[in-house]
């Protein structure tokens, strides 16, 4: 999967509180704040001046746009900071690794969760109450279990919601 996919994934699944997508802008100052927090490189008040971002807007948007495809690691390190995902998520080609793919998975599973409790949200209370369960048991069999089965049991959940509305379920 090529890094802008990757990212753009990531933008769609970390949202602001109120449900809206962040700024690239705001993904960047973020990401360099906490990358500047976890290497204690703080502001010189002295005459230092502050450090300067790791990310900035235009840096994001080149690689959301495919312009850059290979960015050093200390800006791959700010953005697994802000999405809270693994530096190897971000790896592709011939870096994939076991790690790559695993973090990949755990993405892939946060997507899939999230669109089943959409799903779920829009069928009603009772539907919400069953999906709240269904989430709970699916995130304790992710704990113990093989990630990769976890998935592929929630997929089938999906493809059967699909195939097999609540409403028609009911007759």
């Known amino acids: 999967m090529p890094l802008a996919t990757k990212i753009r994934?990531?933008?769609?699944?970390?949202?602001?509180?109120?449900?809206?997508?962040?700024?690239?802008?705001?993904?960047?100052?973020?990401?360099?704040?906490l990358y500047r927090a976890k290497k204690n490189l703080l502001a010189n008040d002295e005459g230092g001046g502050e450090e300067k971002d790791v990310l900035n807007r235009q840096f994001l948007s080149e690689l959301l746009s495919g312009k850059r495809t290979n960015p050093p690691f200390d800006k791959i390190e700010a953005l697994s900071l802000f999405f809270e995902v693994s530096p190897a998520y971000f790896a592709i080609g011939a870096e994939v690794t076991e790690e790559t793919?695993?973090?990949?998975?755990?993405?892939?599973?946060?997507?899939?969760?999230?669109?089943?409790?959409?799903?779920?949200?829009?069928?009603?209370?009772?539907?919400?109450?069953?999906g709240t369960e269904l989430l709970a048991a699916i995130f304790r069999g992710a704990k113990e279990e093989d990630p990769q089965a976890v998935m592929g049991v929630l997929r089938m959940t999906l493809a059967a919601m699909k195939m097999n509305p609540r409403k028609d379920r009911s007759s």
Request: glycine letters at 4%; aromatic letters at 2%.
């Open 9 to 33: 994934r990531l933008i769609d699944l970390k949202r602001q509180p109120d449900g809206s997508e962040y700024p690239l802008a705001e993904i960047a100052r973020e990401a360099s704040r």
């Open 101 to 130: 793919r695993a973090a990949e998975n755990e993405v892939q599973l946060i997507a899939d969760l999230r669109e089943l409790k959409e799903k779920l949200d829009t069928e009603g209370d009772e539907a919400s109450e069953e």
